[in-house]
């Protein structure tokens, strides 16, 4: 997997990735040659679903290696401004005019979003509105279904979530 993109991440994003990898090298990929050897042991291999089912998790383990292997080998990791200017690696903390409601999110990659955990992408509709902007903006998005949100944006933090 010769990739040539470059992966822009945290910090707490790259040694996420590295406690993955080795996790898969030091203990999955291990245990699941344990497992094949197991299922090899059990006689026919044409029709033994335990051999097919841990020749899939080996296939998924070693592919997840690769993938992280590239992603950690081509990443730039981000660097923080002291400026109070919104870029990715920053929490911003904002408004959402619509509802009321006030909102903390992390600018993150793409491969590091997690919405649920309030990780979102600069590349997602919101986190392209929120780049290069400051505390006390206000600013409009559209969002994927087309529907256009306004926000001010309160505080610019130099922190994780």
């Known amino acids: 997997m010769n990739n040539n993109k470059i992966y822009e991440l945290t910090q707490d994003g790259v040694d996420k ?3 993955e990898l080795t996790d898969l090298i030091d203990n999955k990929r ?6 094949l050897k197991e299922a ?3 006689g026919d291999l044409s029709e033994n679903a335990d051999y097919d ?12 290696i690769i993938e992280i292997e590239n992603i ?23 408004e959402h005019l619509d ?7 992390y600018l993150v990659g793409t491969i590091e979003a997690n919405p649920m955990k309030k990780k ?8 392209k509105a929120l780049i290069g902007h400051e505390k006390g903006d206000v600013l409009s998005y559209k969002s994927p279904t087309g529907k256009t949100f306004s926000i001010k944006i309160l505080d610019v933090l130099n922190e994780n979530l």
Do not use: C, H, M, W
């Open 17 to 19: 990735l590295k406690n």
């Open 30 to 35: 291990p245990q699941n040659l344990i497992f």
């Open 53 to 64: 089912a841990a020749r899939n998790e080996q296939s998924k383990i070693e592919t997840r």
């Open 72 to 94: 950690l080998k081509n990443t730039k990791i981000i660097r923080l401004s002291n400026k109070d200017i919104v870029e990715i690696g920053k929490v911003v903390e904002v």
């Open 99 to 105: 509802q009321g409601k006030v909102a903390k999110y």
């Open 40 to 42: 090899r042991e059990q």
């Open 120 to 127: 979102i992408s600069v590349d997602s509709p919101l986190g």
